[in-house]
C-alpha cells in the first residue's frame, strides 16, 4: 500500500537513483522523513555525523521540514555547507551563512557549524582551512541542489571539474549562475551580485556517504533534462551525480516535467 511519502515514480540513470513526487511539499516531506531515518540509524552505530547542507530557495521549504524534527539529536551532529560568495559579510542578506544559521543552526541547536568565511582577509587561507576541516571529518550525509545552469554548489560549467585535485577553491561565477541570484530576489541587479565565490570542488561533495538531491520547480526542469539524459560532463555538471551510487535525485512535477 502506497504512503504519502511515496514517490510517484521511481526509476535509476546509471547509477542515481530518482524520485519523483506530486508537489514540492510532498517531496520536502519525504526528503525530510528519508534523512531523519538515515540519521537515526547512522546515530545508533556511531557517536557523532558530519553533514553538508545547500542553500538557495529550492532549499527553503526542505530545510524547513528537516529542522522541525526534535527527535533527532541534533547535538551529535556537526554541519558544513558547500559555498558562500567571496567579499561578503555573514550578516549580508545574501549570505549562506545568515542563510543557514537563521533556517537551522538557531532552530536545531547542533553540535558545531562550520561556516565558511567568505569575507576572510586571506581566500585561499580559508579554502585550505575549510578543506583540512573536510579531511578531518568523515561527512555522512551531502544534501545539494541542482543550479538553473546544471551547478551543483559553485561549480558552474565553466570552472567544474570532475577530477579536481582541491576539495575547496575559489570560483568566478558563470553569468547564468549571477542572473539566477537577482531572479530569486537574493540581489537587486547583475552589478551587486559578486563575481567570486568560494565552493566546495565536485569530488568534495562526493565524498559523502549518503549524497540526497533535492530539485524542485519548474525553473530546474531544463537542468534536470541535461543531467539525466545529456551526457555525463561538465556542460553540465549535475550529470556527476549519474557516477553516485550512494545519491538520490528528489523531483517534483515541475522539475520532472520535461524528462
Known amino acids: 500500500m502506497n504512503t504519502p511519502d511515496d514517490p510517484v515514480k521511481l526509476f535509476s540513470v546509471d547509477q542515481l537513483s530518482v524520485r519523483i513526487y506530486t508537489d514540492q511539499l510532498q517531496m520536502s516531506q519525504a526528503v525530510a522523513l528519508d534523512i531523519q531515518n538515515y540519521l537515526q540509524a547512522t546515530l545508533a552505530v556511531q557517536a557523532s555525523i558530519s553533514a553538508v547542507l545547500a542553500t538557495g530557495n529550492s532549499q527553503i521549504h526542505f530545510l524547513s521540514e528537516l529542522a522541525r524534527n526534535k527527535d533527532l539529536n541534533w547535538s551529535s551532529i556537526t554541519f558544513f555547507h558547500m559555498d558562500e560568495y567571496l567579499g561578503i559579510s555573514p550578516d549580508h542578506p545574501a549570505s549562506f551563512r545568515r542563510y543557514l544559521r537563521e533556517r537551522v543552526e538557531e532552530k536545531i541547536h547542533p553540535k558545531t ?20 576541516l573536510l579531511r578531518s571529518n568523515e561527512i555522512d550525509l551531502c544534501c545539494l541542489g541542482i543550479g538553473e545552469n546544471g551547478h551543483i554548489a559553485f561549480n558552474d560549467p565553466p570552472v567544474a571539474n570532475f577530477e579536481d585535485p582541491y576539495l575547496v577553491k575559489i570560483v568566478k561565477l558563470d553569468h547564468a549562475c549571477q542572473l539566477q541570484q537577482v531572479n530569486e530576489g537574493h540581489f537587486p541587479n547583475l552589478g551587486a551580485v ?44 549535475a550529470s556527476a551525480l549519474r557516477r553516485c551510487p550512494q545519491a538520490t535525485l528528489f523531483l517534483d512535477a515541475d522539475s520532472a516535467s520535461e524528462l
Not at 562550520?114 to 583540512?132: F, M, S, T, V, W
Not at 568560494?198 to 559523502?208: F, K, S
Open 194 to 237: 559578486p563575481d567570486y565565490a568560494l565552493t566546495l570542488t565536485i569530488p568534495a561533495l562526493c565524498l559523502a556517504r549518503k549524497m540526497c538531491c533535492i530539485v524542485p520547480e519548474k525553473r530546474k526542469a531544463k537542468a534536470v533534462k541535461r543531467a539525466l539524459n545529456g551526457p555525463i560532463d561538465v556542460s553540465c555538471p
Open 113 to 132: 557549524f562550520h561556516y565558511i568565511e567568505g569575507d576572510a582577509q586571506e581566500p585561499l587561507d580559508e579554502c585550505n582551512r575549510y578543506a583540512k
